[in-house]
């Protein structure tokens, strides 16, 4: 190579070099988001096919996962930003050392049924019987456990909790007479019924503070990149506004990634999440707590915990404080 090439290519590198930093600073920034799940994730879907995120210059990729422990590792070792699951995954992996906090709440409480059949008319007649839940831990035998005990039923005495699988596997079990009653979510509660069975209790009525889903990082990521974080907030904001305002719209993203077709099931999926999609989609410490004192019949050390440290406020905060939330529902 002669010297006057070596001296253009070395002026391209330094000139480049001088602009790299112009270019990050302008190139869209990226958010790796990993959800769960089922319909509870709508407002995730929402901020996807919506393009939320790339309203505000934000390069987004959503990942689906089988399990929320995967998703988990995923996050501790830098693979994906954000992960939307439940509060069972942050007061397990926070207990276990992780630096991992709640930015957002989107579903605050349990979304579930306790089905039986017609017959039952009083939570009562449900002593002595056999029961159908998740296996131990999971978001549907807790929400069993403590529905029966705010009705005044010991679920440890007047009845028999089985696991069964998953809500499908639940609603087989009630329909084969495995079990007497079970916890089922829509639109497996319509299926129950075109079975002959009925909702006896709506969990959800019963107001019982517990993160079923939300949105959980690491305070790493946090310090890192709040500004994103923000972001991803604000839009996840807009998205339930759009669950609640524009049902066409959300009930063809819900059969999209369901793949429920059945009106009837589309639209009483839709009605169950969007009377329990909250406006300011705050992470409260009471639902962490619900979930910790829970835990503290098998592991003492959550007793020594406060709630408030497995949550941070400060996005929808800072959402709220902006007149945003005011602005989309027009208060």
Not at 157 to 176: C, E, F, Q
Request: proline share 5%.
């Amino acid at each position: 190579m002669n010297r006057p090439s070596t001296i253009f290519i070395l002026a391209l590198a330094l000139t480049f070099g001088a602009m790299a930093p112009v270019v990050c600073a302008n190139a869209q920034e990226r958010l790796r988001v990993a959800w769960a799940g089922g319909a509870s994730n709508a407002a995730v879907w929402i901020v996807q096919e919506k393009g939320l995120m790339k309203k505000q210059g934000v390069n987004a990729e959503f990942i689906s996962v089988n399990a929320s422990p995967m998703a988990l590792q995923a996050m501790i070792a830098g693979e994906v930003d954000v992960i939307v699951t439940s509060v069972t995954t942050l007061v397990n992996s926070r207990l276990t050392g992780a630096d991992v906090v709640m930015i957002v709440s989107i579903v605050p409480t349990f979304p579930a049924h306790i089905v039986t059949q017609k017959s039952v008319t009083d939570i009562k007649q449900l002593k002595g019987k056999t029961g159908g839940v998740g296996r131990a831990g999971t978001t549907t035998e807790i929400g069993m456990r403590l529905g029966l005990s705010r009705l005044g039923i010991d679920p440890n005495n007047d009845v028999k909790l089985v696991p069964v699988g998953a809500t499908a596997d639940a609603l087989a079990a009630l329909s084969k007479g495995l079990v007497q009653f079970s916890i089922l979510v829509e639109p497996f509660v319509r299926e129950a019924e075109k079975l002959g069975f009925k909702s006896l209790v709506d969990i959800g009525s019963l107001n019982i503070p517990f993160h079923w889903n939300g949105v959980l990082t690491r305070e790493a990521t946090i310090r890192s990149k709040g500004p994103l974080m923000a972001k991803f907030t604000r839009a996840l904001v807009e998205a339930i506004h759009i669950f609640k305002t524009d049902k066409d719209a959300t009930l063809k993203i819900i059969s999209k990634f369901t793949r429920i077709t059945n009106p009837d099931s589309l639209e009483r999926t839709h009605q169950a999440f969007a009377r329990l999609l909250p406006e300011t989609p705050s992470p409260s410490p009471e639902g962490v707590k619900t979930y910790i004192d829970y835990l503290t019949a098998n592991r003492p050390e959550a007793a020594k915990v406060n709630p408030k440290e497995f949550v941070d406020l400060s996005f929808i905060q800072e959402v709220q404080a902006s007149g945003f939330i005011r602005q989309l529902y027009g208060r």
